[in-house]
């Protein structure tokens, strides 16, 4: 299983940069890593996907070093409206693979005026 | 759009009684997953599928069962029903065609098991 280790919380201020780490140490050749968003009483939302080096969209960009054993959420300018959980996946599932989805508990962002 | 659509959304259940949790989706997504969340937790994978007729177990299949008759539909079915599982149960779906496509989730069915 592709662990992954996110911290607990954090804090900001709106229009701060914030970045979040996720560490993957086992991460195998084949993962792709994933960032997802959470609301209270909603289901996650998929924010942005990476396998190495830089990844950039509308709302995030996600940074991935050679190794890849950890990745970095980068959400740029942050308002009220990201307070939310963030989750990093790592793996996949393919027809015939054992190997499995592990979310882990998640960094629980709270943006503060 | 509907997406991923789940029902019911809340739903209290005594112990020992059965329910079949609804999933479907519109996308025409080969892959299918099914996620329990515990209140402060994660998500947990209960069981997937990677088209009709194939389904296999997650992390955390003991007490559940599902079934794939369709590409649409992926029914969670709790046969007797316990405290412990008492949780949020999330439903998704991606499409096959690519292996770094990500997970479409739907908004949930809240269960308490009483």
């Known amino acids: 299983l592709a662990k992954t280790t996110q911290p607990i919380s954090m804090d900001s201020y709106e229009g701060q940069e914030v970045n979040i780490t996720c560490s993957h140490n086992n991460i195998a050749t084949n993962d792709y890593i994933t960032w997802y968003q959470q609301f209270p009483s909603q289901g996650p939302r998929f924010i942005i996907q990476g396998y190495k080096t830089k990844v950039t969209n509308e709302v995030a960009s996600l940074f991935i070093p050679a190794d890849r054993k950890s990745s970095t959420l980068s959400l740029p300018r942050v308002s009220l409206s990201d307070t939310a959980v963030y989750y990093c996946l790592v793996g996949l599932i393919s027809s015939g693979s054992a190997r499995q989805l592990t979310f882990g508990s998640g960094t629980q962002l709270t943006v503060l005026p | 759009n509907a997406g991923v659509t789940q029902t019911p959304k809340f739903r209290i259940l005594k112990i020992g009684q059965s329910m079949t949790l609804q999933c479907t989706q519109d996308m025409n997504h080969n892959y299918m997953y099914w996620y329990r969340q515990d209140p402060g937790m994660g998500l947990k994978l209960i069981y997937y599928s990677v088209g009709a007729g194939i389904t296999d177990k997650g992390e955390v299949p003991n007490g559940y069962n599902v079934s794939r008759s369709t590409t649409e539909d992926f029914p969670l079915r709790l046969e007797l029903a316990a405290p412990s599982q008492t949780s949020v149960y999330f439903c998704?779906?991606?499409?096959?065609?690519?292996?770094?496509?990500?997970?479409?989730f739907g908004d949930g069915t809240r269960l308490s098991i009483l």
């Open positions: 998704a779906s991606r499409t096959g065609t690519a292996s770094n496509q990500p997970q479409h």
